[in-house]
């Protein structure tokens, strides 16, 4: 049984806090005899990144990935062995080269956080970068990895969320500005020169923020589209490859933030406004096997026999063939709106308690948020958690807008294809 958010958090607060206040001073004095015996690296040789439970952010530190390989450092990834499947879909660090931390138990995160922590000592880790924004967990295994050079956010003079002295290298995180271009920051705090503070005194155009597209297996693309016509023609739906559209609708969200969540009911009407609209597009509801029951609800109220529960039919190797093979798709603010931005799919993405100014896809998406003054309420600042239990920010966004979103994508589809 995997712990649970709230437990990892109270754990992150009430042990992380004594434990980075114990650990840092030691930290403080090895860094001091290293310093004595021998100079400051050159540059980042052995760089690892530390993302643990965000399998989104896997996808948003790519273009920051790709800029430390650029610059000549090796690359090697922390993440949790639940999430580890979402740096395989553009395969910028090598296999080899990721480590796991296996949350399902106390147990089993104990003994994998101190094999990893033997594991970067074997591989010689010089640079260590914290993508986590406040945690206290990767801000302890950042300060105690064994590398020379520790970047990360650091809080000055705020307050709160304190984790330490854990880092070489101090990076102003700074909440006005997409999450992609503050990774890029940390990357060129671990590879300058001089010291700044606070890091980073940088402009980071728009140009910067560029993601690599997956390549896809024809054998694999063929498979998951066999699989979209069987699922078809067992609905008796007359459907027609490259001739009708496919439009997916992801209507779940992690256990993370439940309040992304747009209500069930309103999926079900967008998929009948769907069809009334487009009556010979293919819509299938996607989710993970864990979600098949949510899905069929959706579908069931919905009543639109163009319309395909699909939860649980790819794997998550298989996302990419899926989205190459679609259209446009609608998703709630999570994983399957970043995941998409490695192929040409449209998208139509739900944001309530975080912004699309900060975590938006950086694919050929859409954004829709109603802009109360209560959103975002969830940030760097409070773990991602909030006292909200009526998300009014997800109920105010209309079946009218999302349908006319829907129809300016798919008529940029139909405009590229016609090119």
Known sequence: MSISVNTMRAIDHWVGVPLCALVSPLVALVDRIKSLVSPDLAQPKKLLFIELSEM??????????????ARGAEIFFLIFKSNRASLTLLNTVKPENIFTIDSSSLGS???????????ARRHKIDTAIDLELFSRFTALLTGLCGARRRVG?????????????MLTRKVHYNPHI???KNFLSLIHAAFAKEIEVPFSKIHIPDSEVRLEQAVIDPISLRKVQERIEKKAKEANIPYAFGKDRIILIN???SDLLPQRRWAQQRFSELIQEIHQRY??????????????????????VANVKQAINFAGQVSFAELPPLYTLSDVMVTNDSGPGHFSAVTPLRTVVLFGPETPALYGSVGNSIAITANLACSPCVSAANH???PCHDNVCMQAITVEQVLEKVAIQLQGVDQAKAR
């Open 56 to 69: 989104g952010s896997a996808i948003l530190v790519d273009p920051a990935m790709r800029n430390a390989q």
């Open 109 to 119: 995160l104990i003994k994998d956080t101190l094999r990893f922590l033997i594991l």
């Open 153 to 165: 956010y650091h809080i000055f003079h705020g307050e709160g969320l304190w984790r330490g002295f």
């Open 178 to 180: 997409h999450i992609t």
């Open 251 to 253: 209507p779940n969200a």
């Open 279 to 300: 009556p010979n597009d293919l819509i299938l509801i996607t989710g993970s096997p864990a979600e098949f029951v949510y899905v069929e609800k959706v579908r069931s």
């Open 384 to 386: 991602r958690k909030t």
